[in-house]
């Protein structure tokens, strides 16, 4: 079996290499750019069109191509209270933009052969070495737990089907979430793999694709496996490195004035801004949980800085975060055919999903689909920031926004902007 899954990861990797060649060669030849006079006027128009339409309080977007700027503009404001614009260096909630920081963090010690993807995370933390899967109830009203039918492995963790709950309205593993409450502010990375890991799973490791908790057990493994805080590995190995000096848990007092503040959008079309020291609690006390998969803020230009060190396969300004062979693997799809309870991956258009980023797989099937190519890699945020890697144009998009809930209208319009209307192919 593990040689029949190396053979297919092989293929996938010279599939995937043929295809950024063939897309690579075709782009030379055209030298016509994705980001043309005509697309920075769609983009200015669909930006400020947010705002107008008080979709959102304020906006602003980065799309390089070719290693160069083409694109950047800010509209509306980051503060309606207090009438501050939205600007470059607006500093934003980034929510589970930062869970692909994390998966880097992760596949660096990979590089270094600490771990294999297939190795169970038993091996390496024993707080999760006795889970149990919660299957319905007897007849006298008990609860059903059995083992799992094979070991949780770090695979699990890297394309959410390790079967944690992440619902607090789930049949009786709900409950005791919410009463563990393992991602408490209170919680160190430890509390909450020791929390997590006394809870049972809601399926069996690899049957579902299930979003929740996983990327907070690959930081506290990051941890574990460095013998090093996960916030210092991460400020270290690649935020130093890569000069991203905004991109933290942390804001200090001094650059709190420029927070955005975050919106909530009512069903009748309302704006509400949500109060400061409510939303931004997390980021400007500091507390001892520094989760895996949320919790970063960062600016446009820092977040560019990590897009385009993966759109260079690993690689930025002579500094190697990883091997081009790693972005690859990251970048490719390890979901099968046969994980067909997808949660709403399937919203996100033809995708699968790679370690830490949904993969583009297929052209979008109709217009309404979300617009982009085939090899592109990405994540948003539940603030409806988004970023994608399209390396078959070797270009990369930045999109900011604090707006609940989450609002993947305003993602299809600005990727349509950004390539212009989807059009099949005949």
């Given at each position: 079996m593990i040689q029949d899954i190396m053979k297919a990861k092989m293929m996938l990797f010279l599939g995937f290499g043929l295809f950024l060649s063939i897309c690579g060669a075709e782009k030379a030849v055209s030298q016509e750019k994705i980001v043309n006079e005509e697309a920075v006027q769609r983009l200015d128009s669909t930006l400020q069109s947010f705002v107008e339409t008080n979709a959102v309080g304020g906006t602003s977007a980065l799309?390089?191509?070719?290693?160069?700027?083409?694109?950047?503009?800010?509209?509306?404001?980051?503060?309606?209270?207090?009438?501050?614009?939205?600007?470059?260096?607006?500093?934003?909630?980034?929510?589970?933009?930062?869970?692909p920081v994390t998966g880097v963090a992760l596949m660096q010690l990979y590089e270094q052969g600490a771990f294999e993807l297939d190795d169970p995370v038993a091996d390496y933390l024993s707080e999760f070495a006795d889970l149990k899967v919660y299957?319905?109830?007897?007849?006298?009203?008990?609860?059903?737990?059995?083992?799992?039918?094979?070991?949780l492995t770090i695979r699990d963790l890297t394309r959410h089907t390790s079967g944690f709950a992440n619902d607090t309205n789930t049949p009786y593993v709900g409950a005791l979430l919410e009463e563990a409450a393992p991602l408490h502010h209170s919680n160190t990375l430890a509390d909450f793999a020791e929390?997590?890991?006394?809870?049972?799973?809601?399926?069996?490791?690899?049957?579902?694709?299930?979003?929740?908790?996983?990327?907070?057990?690959?930081?506290?493994?990051?941890?574990?496996?460095?013998?090093?805080?996960?916030?210092?590995?991460?400020?270290?190995?690649?935020?130093d490195p890569l000069g991203m000096n905004e991109t933290r848990y942390y804001v200090p007092e001094e650059d709190r004035g420029r927070m955005a503040s975050t919106f909530y959008g009512g069903e009748d079309g309302s704006l509400t801004q949500i109060p400061?020291?409510?939303?931004?609690?997390?980021?400007?006390n500091e507390v001892p949980l520094t989760p895996g998969g949320w919790g970063l803020t960062s600016t446009l230009d820092d977040y560019m800085t990590f897009t385009q060190m993966l759109v260079n396969e690993g690689s930025l300004n002579g500094v190697q975060i990883l091997k081009p062979e790693t972005v690859e693997l990251m970048a490719t799809n390890h979901l099968s055919d046969e994980v067909t309870e997808r949660l709403w991956l399937p919203s996100k258009g033809q995708v699968g999903f790679g370690i830490d980023f949904a993969v583009r797989l297929r052209p979008p099937a109709s217009a309404e689909e979300n617009h982009g190519k085939v090899g592109e890699f990405f994540w948003d945020g539940a603030a409806s920031t988004l970023f994608w890697v399209d390396p078959a144009n070797e270009l990369t998009a930045v999109?900011?926004?604090?707006?609940?809930?989450?609002?993947?209208?305003?993602?299809k319009d600005f990727r349509d902007a950004v390539y212009g209307k989807y059009v099949p192919e005949n």
């Amino acid at each position: 079996m593990i040689q029949d899954i190396m053979k297919a990861k092989m293929m996938l990797f010279l599939g995937f290499g043929l295809f950024l060649s063939i897309c690579g060669a075709e782009k030379a030849v055209s030298q016509e750019k994705i980001v043309n006079e005509e697309a920075v006027q769609r983009l200015d128009s669909t930006l400020q069109s947010f705002v107008e339409t008080n979709a959102v309080g304020g906006t602003s977007a980065l799309v390089f191509e070719d290693g160069e700027e083409v694109y950047f503009n800010a509209f509306g404001d980051a503060d309606r209270n207090d009438k501050t614009p939205m600007k470059r260096n607006t500093i934003v909630q980034i929510y589970s933009m930062t869970k692909p920081v994390t998966g880097v963090a992760l596949m660096q010690l990979y590089e270094q052969g600490a771990f294999e993807l297939d190795d169970p995370v038993a091996d390496y933390l024993s707080e999760f070495a006795d889970l149990k899967v919660y299957e319905g109830e007897d007849e006298d009203g008990n609860p059903i737990l059995v083992e799992p039918k094979r070991p949780l492995t770090i695979r699990d963790l890297t394309r959410h089907t390790s079967g944690f709950a992440n619902d607090t309205n789930t049949p009786y593993v709900g409950a005791l979430l919410e009463e563990a409450a393992p991602l408490h502010h209170s919680n160190t990375l430890a509390d909450f793999a020791e929390k997590l890991g006394s809870l049972p799973l809601v399926f069996h490791p690899g049957e579902e694709w299930y979003y929740g908790p996983s990327v907070d057990v690959q930081a506290y493994l990051v941890e574990r496996l460095s013998g090093q805080p996960f916030d210092k590995y991460l400020r270290e190995h690649i935020l130093d490195p890569l000069g991203m000096n905004e991109t933290r848990y942390y804001v200090p007092e001094e650059d709190r004035g420029r927070m955005a503040s975050t919106f909530y959008g009512g069903e009748d079309g309302s704006l509400t801004q949500i109060p400061d020291n409510e939303q931004h609690a997390f980021n400007i006390n500091e507390v001892p949980l520094t989760p895996g998969g949320w919790g970063l803020t960062s600016t446009l230009d820092d977040y560019m800085t990590f897009t385009q060190m993966l759109v260079n396969e690993g690689s930025l300004n002579g500094v190697q975060i990883l091997k081009p062979e790693t972005v690859e693997l990251m970048a490719t799809n390890h979901l099968s055919d046969e994980v067909t309870e997808r949660l709403w991956l399937p919203s996100k258009g033809q995708v699968g999903f790679g370690i830490d980023f949904a993969v583009r797989l297929r052209p979008p099937a109709s217009a309404e689909e979300n617009h982009g190519k085939v090899g592109e890699f990405f994540w948003d945020g539940a603030a409806s920031t988004l970023f994608w890697v399209d390396p078959a144009n070797e270009l990369t998009a930045v999109f900011f926004v604090q707006k609940f809930p989450f609002d993947g209208r305003l993602h299809k319009d600005f990727r349509d902007a950004v390539y212009g209307k989807y059009v099949p192919e005949n």
